[in-house]
Each structure stands twice: as C-alpha cells, then as structure tokens.
C-alpha cells in the first residue's frame, strides 16, 4: 500500500472516481470497540470524495453513504488494473478498508 499525503486526497478522489463507477465494493470497519464489521458487500460504486472543509471523507455505493470524519490517513492499494482498495483510518484510530472488484459478468442466456 501507499500513502497519499492530506493534501491531495481531493485531487487523488478526483482522479480515480471515475475509474471507479461500475465497480463493486465492499467495506468493512475495524475497531477495536466494536471488532470487525462488514458495512457493505459488493454494491456498486458511484464514486469516493474527500471536502477538505468539513474533513470528511466518502464513499457512495448504491443504498449507502458511508461517511469518514475528521480522516487522518489515506493509503491505497493499487494494481495493474487500477485501484484494488483503500484504507481510511480516522482520528479514533478506527480503520475504514474499502475494497473493489469488477462486477461477475455471466454469459449470455443460451437462446435455441
């Protein structure tokens, strides 16, 4: 993974929101008060944000709006199609992993 540094999360969201929409994703919220917890599987994506203003950082999926306040790290995991998955971690120390895939695409339905 790698980390993008505050001041450019906005440009960084920006740039791959759009490389993102018609993904799915998953995200799950790890907390050492609440453990482990899955948020949402595989939904599709509309894209992730950053307003520096309100120091929010999000992720829109179909039905959800999971929202990150005051984020203090960002690191990405890229790979040769793109980005594979992020991690928020916020000022709890509460780590926000969101991960992405392609949708499964199924086979035409065999018409005779």
Same mark, same amino acid.
């Given at each position: 993974?790698?980390? $993008?540094?505050? %001041?450019?999360?906005?440009?960084?969201?920006?740039?791959?929101?759009?490389?993102?929409?018609?993904?799915?994703?998953?995200?799950?919220? +790890?907390?050492?008060?609440?453990?482990?917890?899955?948020?949402?599987?595989?939904?599709?994506?509309?894209?992730?944000?950053?307003?520096?203003? %309100?120091?929010?950082?999000?992720?829109? +999926?179909?039905?959800?709006?999971?929202?990150?306040?005051?984020?203090?790290?960002?690191?990405?995991?890229?790979?040769?199609?793109?980005? %594979?998955?992020?991690?928020? $971690?916020?000022?709890?120390?509460?780590?926000?992993?969101?991960?992405?895939?392609?949708?499964?695409?199924?086979?035409?339905?065999?018409?005779?």
């Amino acid at each position: 993974m790698r980390t $993008i540094p505050k %001041d450019q999360w906005k440009a960084y969201c920006d740039s791959v929101t759009d490389a993102l929409t018609g993904l799915r994703a998953e995200i799950e919220v +790890l907390s050492l008060d609440l453990g482990d917890q899955i948020e949402a599987e595989w939904l599709p994506v509309f894209g992730i944000t950053y307003d520096h203003k %309100d120091d929010l950082f999000e992720v829109a +999926l179909e039905g959800v709006d999971h929202l990150i306040r005051r984020p203090q790290e960002l690191h990405v995991e890229e790979g040769t199609k793109g980005l %594979d998955a992020i991690l928020v $971690i916020d000022q709890n120390s509460v780590r926000h992993v969101v991960r992405f895939k392609e949708p499964l695409m199924l086979p035409a339905p065999d018409r005779q």
